[in-house]
């Protein structure tokens, strides 16, 4: 098991006609190992495997909340029209993280039971990703070129705190080859970020700021409390 430590933990539970009262049920549940590996793969945060409830904390955030809700709602299918979504908010911990993990669960859930569906999705904290970057240089990661291979090829892909550090020339264009060559492959992307317009220039460049913002639908979050 990887994310989840049994039955109990699944979240399948509430709806599940299987499930035991002592989370025993996993051990033969070919659906609670799917989703345990799938999550797994997908590189989620082990603070948000379990299902998040999110209400918008302003009332400016309404209409973005019910967008956002039925964005998840229909995902399998955007998804096979390579669509792409960027959540911006220049306030931290207000749930644009929150939200696209959300979006990539229920595309993973959709994919329950399909053949080939171990890495068709994988979420990245773009920071995490770029510090790993810099140490593969000098190594033989397997681990990490299989997850490069992943951030190229997969149907859905998120990239968490777009513009949260300053590129250098070298991870600028990294970047903007994986995701020219994702937008070029009609593979979805969710971006996540603070700013936009020449504030995002300013942060990655004109031709990164391109591929994220204008090739996306925005979606703005203006409340200021609340999950990441």
Request: glycine content about 6%; some cysteine; charged content about 30%.
């Amino acid at each position: 098991m990887y994310c989840y430590k049994n039955g109990n933990d699944c979240p399948y539970r509430k709806t599940c006609k299987q499930r035991t009262s002592d989370g025993e049920c996993y051990k033969m549940c070919v659906d609670f190992n799917e989703i345990d590996l799938m999550m797994h793969n997908a590189n989620i945060p082990h603070k948000y495997v379990q299902p998040i409830v999110l209400y918008p904390s302003c009332k400016e955030d309404v209409e973005s909340f019910e967008i956002l809700s039925e964005i998840k709602k229909n995902i399998a299918a955007m998804v096979e029209q390579g669509f792409n979504l960027y959540i911006k908010s220049n306030q931290r911990q207000n749930g644009k993280t929150s939200w696209g993990i959300k979006i990539l669960q229920n595309y993973i859930h959709h994919l329950i039971g399909k053949p080939g569906s171990k890495d068709r999705a994988l979420y990245l904290d773009l920071n995490e990703y770029l510090r790993e970057l810099k140490l593969s240089f000098d190594s033989k990661d397997k681990e990490f070129k299989e997850t490069e291979k992943v951030m190229r090829e997969c149907d859905l892909l998120v990239l968490d705190g777009i513009d949260e550090v300053r590129l250098s020339e070298y991870e600028r264009n990294y970047l903007k080859m994986i995701i020219k060559s994702r937008l070029a492959n009609n593979l979805s992307n969710i971006f996540i970020g603070r700013n936009t317009a020449g504030n995002l220039i300013n942060a990655i460049g004109n031709d990164l700021k391109y591929y994220v913002e204008d090739n996306s639908t925005v979606i703005s979050i203006y409340g200021i409390r609340g999950d990441k």
